[in-house]
């Protein structure tokens, strides 16, 4: 398992596009492919049609379905999982999820059924501006990852 995160210091500097291209070319060309759509506006997950409320959001909300697409492309499947993309919500949101322990460990176990879904080649991550890897919302992503990746480069 490959993790690819793309990272850009203000939006609408391409990362979503690139992002969505580079999952979509190695799903093209015969890779299972997770995009965890991490951007605040959630472009990706529009494009793929996703228009229900990420996980972050749901997990506050405690209601819908999950917003998760499969698509097969060529030989692949691209899996489009919206974590947020739900505008500012997701620091409210944050907030409420660091507040409360088991809310927290819910997010959690759905998170890692999600990953444990199929066997990905490669995750490509699409992040929000100016995010780095010291911050709550990619920690706490990134540990949920590495346990159920934990050999992942």
């Given at each position: 398992?490959?993790?690819i995160?793309?990272?850009g210091a ?6 979503s ?10 799903a093209?060309?015969g890779?299972?492919v997770l995009?965890?759509?991490r ?6 997950s ?13 997990a506050?909300e ?8 499969e698509i097969r ?11 947020f ?5 997701f ?10 322990p088991?809310?927290r ?7 890692r ?12 991550v699409?992040?929000?501006?100016l ?5 709550d919302?990619v ?12 050999s992942?480069?």
């Amino acid at each position: 398992m490959f993790r690819i995160s793309i990272h850009g210091a203000k939006g609408g500097v391409g990362k979503s596009t690139i992002a969505l291209g580079l999952a979509r070319e190695l799903a093209l060309n015969g890779r299972e492919v997770l995009f965890i759509d991490r951007d605040i506006l959630g472009f990706a997950s529009f494009l793929a049609g996703i228009r229900e409320y990420g996980l972050l959001a749901k997990a506050v909300e405690g209601r819908g379905p999950l917003p998760l697409r499969e698509i097969r492309m060529g030989r692949g499947t691209l899996t489009v999982l919206k974590l947020f993309g739900d505008g500012m919500r997701f620091k409210s949101d944050m907030a409420v999820i660091q507040a409360d322990p088991a809310l927290r460990a819910e997010l959690e176990v759905t998170y890692r059924e999600i990953l444990g879904k199929r066997s990905y080649h490669f995750a490509v991550v699409d992040n929000l501006p100016l995010v780095t890897p010291s911050d709550d919302v990619v920690r706490h992503e990134l540990e949920v990852f590495r346990a159920v990746y934990p050999s992942s480069q």
